[in-house]
């Protein structure tokens, strides 16, 4: 059962001293099952304004831009995969929040999620491969253990698809505010995605 291919660590130090064709072979490798993943997470109904394409150069860019900078570490096989995941995951929910976020979202329901773990289920399905659910859930569960209750609040009625104004209304409060916390929740984010660790 040799395999002749040089293993992903190969590959990540090759690229690091600046080899072109190991980048694009590490690219080839994980290529197809992460464009499944993004069109999974994307589903029917986003699929005309989310590009799966567009999110696996995006993650692909932040990996080889981090890989660079020494941001990473892998001691493990599948410690490379485990990481394109989160970061197409990332990059997938990110996306498909931005764009349900306007008020023409497609994926407006009557029935609406009464709990983080609703919201979670809402996004995540249909049923992804078990790495995937545990990348999403863990990525997720984290992202919304650092904010506040209202702030949880707020992003879940935000990913459903209501305006500030209709989430002011909602929650008792008023549309500054509700940016505000928008903008503290995208900040948060951000720097979650710029960690080292992430």
């Known amino acids: 059962m040799s395999d002749s291919r040089p293993d992903d660590l190969a590959l990540i130090a090759q690229f690091k001293a600046g080899s072109e064709s190991a980048a694009r072979e590490l690219f080839d490798r994980y290529c197809e099952r992460l464009m499944r993943l993004a069109r999974r997470r994307i589903g029917q109904r986003m699929s005309s304004r989310v590009d799966p394409e567009d999110i696996l150069q995006s993650a692909f860019r932040t990996f080889f831009a981090r890989v660079r900078n020494d941001e990473f570490s892998f001691h493990q096989e599948d410690d ?47 049923d992804p491969p078990p790495e995937v659910e545990v990348a999403l859930v863990d990525e997720f569960t984290q992202f919304l253990g650092r904010l506040p209750p209202l702030d ?17 209304e909602q929650l008792g409060s008023y549309d500054r505010k509700i940016r505000r916390i928008l903008d503290r929740i995208q900040d948060e984010a951000q720097a979650q995605e710029t960690s080292p660790g992430a």
């Open 80 to 126: 490379l995969f485990k990481l394109l995941v989160r970061l197409t995951v990332r990059k997938t929910l990110r996306q498909i929040a931005f764009h349900r976020a306007g008020k023409r979202n497609p994926a407006r329901e009557t029935t609406q999620p009464t709990s983080d773990a609703d919201l979670l289920l809402q996004i995540s399905s249909p």
């Open 152 to 168: 949880r609040d707020v992003l879940g009625l935000k990913l459903q698809g209501y305006s500030t104004i209709e989430i002011a």
